[in-house]
């Protein structure tokens, strides 16, 4: 699950988050503006999942197969491009894990800021994504399958963007939780929306009460903090199904700050060309979360929908 909230990362939407969080952390529970931040916080949020880099430009998911996989906007290629892409533009050479993408002569694509013709892409790498025009293209991995995932500035999804919907915001959703370390980081199985098995390391969990009840979640670190993948007993009515998405600084003194007003949806919410991580049985609490971000309301007709 690392890789896949890394992606999330990259877009910037969790280093708003993560920003954010600081400051209602160095605020009062009570304090007037809490409110207002929190607001801003969400404006901020959907301003970056609308942004050249958001998650409504990610428009395409292509599987690789072992050898040569082609693209371009033509309709014989295995990975079609939209009409703005050249009619054949190059492939993708797949081998055990390994990616190499070679360019037709003629075609301008950037790679790591430089025109390219042949080179290897990592998957999941920041750096290494293959421009040409407003598409961009990039290897990513879901479990032990690597795809192809292509972003498009002009994406269905991101012009017909319907807006993010919230519970009002509630104080009661803030609570200070125990962060308690495992003896040995714990190795666990999970699942993503596509069916494939992922390897995650939770290194600890978070204990708080909520409304008179005594709750507990997994909760994976990075550097900046801790995140939680979690389910509850509003998912599937007013919220996203699958799941949604909490994250919070780092302890401090055995505790840590925990603000359901700031869960947010999973970029498969909004996106069917996404693998979002599922949240293992232990973080599916059966209680109602009337805090954060609300279903999606997909306009009809949208890829997927």
Request: some cysteine; glycine content about 8%.
């Amino acid at each position: 699950m690392n890789f896949v909230r890394a992606a999330w990362k990259t877009t910037g939407a969790v280093v708003l988050c993560i920003a954010a969080a600081s400051i209602l952390l160095a605020a009062r529970a009570d304090s007037p503006s809490y409110r207002q931040t929190v607001e801003k916080w969400r404006q901020s949020y959907e301003a970056q999942l609308k942004s050249d880099t958001g998650w409504l430009t990610v428009s395409g998911l292509f599987w690789l197969h072992e050898g040569e996989n082609t693209f371009g906007s033509g309709p014989l290629n295995d990975i079609v491009l939209p009409a703005s892409a050249p009619a054949s533009a190059g492939s993708f050479e797949f081998h055990a894990g390994r990616t190499i993408v070679h360019v037709k002569t003629g075609v301008r694509a950037i790679l790591n800021g430089k025109p390219t013709e042949t080179a290897e892409m990592h998957s999941d790498s920041n750096s290494d994504q293959l421009a040409i025009g407003d598409l961009t293209l990039y290897v990513h991995s879901s479990g032990d399958r690597y795809t192809i995932r292509l972003r498009d500035k002009n994406s269905r999804l991101r012009k017909d963007f319907t807006g993010t919907r919230w519970f009002p915001v509630d104080e009661s959703y803030r609570v200070t939780a125990r962060y308690v370390p495992y003896d040995k980081p714990k190795q666990i199985e999970i699942q993503n929306v596509m069916g494939d098995t992922l390897q995650d390391t939770i290194p600890g969990y978070a204990v708080f009460s909520l409304h008179g009840q005594e709750l507990r979640l997994d909760a994976e670190a990075d550097a900046s903090g801790l995140s939680v993948v979690f389910r509850d007993l509003t998912s599937g009515h007013e919220t996203y199904a699958a799941s949604r998405f909490l994250d919070a600084g780092p302890p401090k003194d055995g505790q840590v700050v925990l603000d359901f007003n700031q869960a947010y949806n999973p970029p498969c919410a909004y996106n069917p060309y996404t693998t979002c991580p599922l949240p293992p049985p232990q973080n599916r609490l059966a209680v109602r979360i009337e805090a954060g971000e609300k279903t999606y309301h997909h306009p009809a007709g949208t890829p997927g929908h």
